[in-house]
Nanobody, 126 residues
Framework: QVQLVESGGGLVQAGGSLRLSCAAS????????MGWFRQAPGKEREFVAA????????YYGDSVEGRLTISRDNAKNTVYLQMNTLKPEDTAVYFC???????????????????WGQGTQVTVSS
């Protein structure tokens, strides 16, 4: 059983930056692909970014590519999401998730992930 705890959310002005962290415990971190999703009020959960087990491949949602960067440190059991040039439409609860067996083509799909964190709120003011 893997536990995921997100941190780093908060209130930021448009154009600003935040770095989210997700600390994992209870499993072998390097065995898991990791992803970030977000959910705004009244909207479905949306894929943001994913990174493969060794960090060799990364994937991004269309609305964030070029502004957000996912990375991981397997020695620290942590995945990060660096968010730059934030926009009000980036406001959402951000969740990290761990995928043990999913194929690379499924990493953009929430249903592929086995474990989820509780989420961290990101609010971008205009």
């Amino acid at each position: 059983q893997v536990q995921l705890v997100e941190s780093g959310g908060g209130l930021v002005q448009a154009g600003g930056s935040l770095r989210l962290s997700c600390a994992a415990s209870g499993g072998t971190f390097s065995n898991y692909h990791m992803g970030w999703f977000r959910q705004a009020p009244g909207k479905e959960r949306e894929f943001v970014a994913a990174i493969t087990r060794t960090g060799g491949n990364t994937y991004y949602g269309d609305s964030v590519e070029g502004r957000l960067t996912i990375s991981r440190d397997n020695a620290k059991n942590t995945v990060y999401l660096q968010m730059n040039t934030l926009k009000p439409e980036d406001t959402a609860v951000y969740f990290c998730a761990a995928d043990r067996w999913g194929s690379l083509s499924a990493l953009t799909t929430a249903g592929s992930y086995d474990y989820w964190g509780q989420g961290t709120q990101v609010t971008v003011s205009s």
